[in-house]
């Protein structure tokens, strides 16, 4: 799969040839507006669980013509390209679970699957989900780095403000006391922001400034693009409100004004570790000898967006590292576990369902 082009925005072929291997797997894929794709397999049992298993069909660039290379234990590309484990390691996980399912003959009530479009470029397949689509009992993303085995159960939500600063314009020679510069009004706002690493769970950012147009000109509009994230709801709010009043009040004070544009990304996971979910998925590494480790992220994926939608969800380490470059690589030994590990959380779950209702 690694070999077919699919960076964001350009996943016809590589949905063309998941189509064709699930409904080879005795599914009946649908393909909603946006591109993404669904599938829901009923099996054999009246009660259990929903499953809903995700990942995403895209990758980052540079993703074309990638030409993989198989080492003893790992699989990397050329080097000119990334590998596109990310995350074609959790399509490949996903297809050899159902196949897994088929030839073991596996009794379970309900298993939903979704394969999202443009995740890498702000989660924009996931965000086109309606709920019934994603409703689950359980919601395994299978997007996150770290071996087979380990899990995410918490991440930040994210906020990007973006700041239209206003000046005046003026010839900078003859005129400049007329003028109003919104550089200089952006530079002091940015530099009243605390970014970077703020505490264990926060981070902001001033990702891209634009603004002006010649030396002789004073400029008249700087366009400034932030963001923060915080696995505190409360902190979260707390660093935009500073980074708000930065920029009102630098415009204020140099005379200026500025137009704000705040938009919710996505929502904070904290998925609790005596929930069903973390339980499970303990469960079922120990069935398997994997060591279980339960880990955070500082980063949003198509898991953020379901959890939003009150779905129990988790991210599982899917074996790729060094994603997003082109040392990224997938250990053979994660590549294989993985589909053993999605079926150990079939049957974990359905066991854990079933011990939950004899109570
Ligand atoms: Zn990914």
């Given at each position: 799969m690694v070999r077919i082009n699919s960076t964001s925005g350009h996943e016809a072929a590589i949905r063309q040839h998941l189509l064709g291997e699930l409904r080879r797997l005795g599914c009946r894929p649908s393909v909603d507006k946006k591109g993404n794709i669904h599938a829901v397999l009923t099996g054999a049992?009246?009660?259990g669980p929903t499953i809903l298993f995700n990942a995403h069909m895209d990758t980052v660039v540079p993703g074309e013509n990638v030409r993989p290379k198989v080492l003893s234990d790992r699989i990397v590309s050329d080097?000119?390209?990334?590998?596109?484990?990310?995350d074609k390691a959790g399509l490949a996980g996903i297809l050899e679970m159902l196949a897994l399912l088929q030839e073991k003959n596996v009794l379970f009530h309900k298993i939903k699957i979704i394969l999202t479009v443009?995740?890498?470029?702000?989660?924009r397949g996931a965000k086109a989900l309606l709920f019934p689509a994603v409703r689950a009992d359980y919601c395994f993303v299978?997007?996150?780095?770290?071996?087979?085995g380990s899990i995410v159960n918490q991440s930040p939500a994210q906020e990007v403000l973006t700041f239209k600063v206003r000046g005046k314009s003026a010839h900078a020679g003859l005129n400049p006391e007329d003028g109003v510069n919104a550089i200089k009004i952006a530079g002091l706002a940015i530099s009243q922001i605390p970014s970077g690493r703020?505490?264990?769970e926060t981070t902001a950012n001033v990702g891209s400034v634009r603004g002006g147009t010649a030396s002789n000109i004073v400029p008249d509009e700087t366009i400034v693009v932030t963001e923060a994230r915080s696995r505190s709801e409360k902190k979260l709010q707390k660093q935009v409100r500073g980074m708000l009043h930065a920029f009102r009040s630098a415009a204020k004070k140099l005379g200026g004004s500025v137009e704000i544009e705040r938009r919710r990304e996505y929502e904070a996971i904290k998925q609790p570790k005596n929930s069903a979910i973390v339980r499970v998925t303990k469960i079922a590494a120990r069935r398997l000898g994997l060591p279980h480790t339960v880990a955070s992220s500082g980063g949003g994926s198509d898991a953020s967006i379901i959890f939003g939608y009150g779905v129990p969800t988790v991210g599982l380490?899917?074996?790729?590292?060094?994603?997003?470059?082109?040392q990224e690589y997938i250990t053979l030994r994660n590549l294989t576990v993985l589909p053993q590990y999605l079926l150990a959380l079939l049957e974990a779950a359905h066991d854990y369902e079933r011990r939950r209702r004899s109570k």
């Open positions: 049992l009246a009660h080097g000119t390209t990334i590998l596109g484990a990310d443009e995740e890498e470029i702000g989660l299978l997007d996150s780095d770290g071996a087979v703020l505490d264990g380490g899917i074996g790729m590292e060094n994603v997003h470059s082109k």
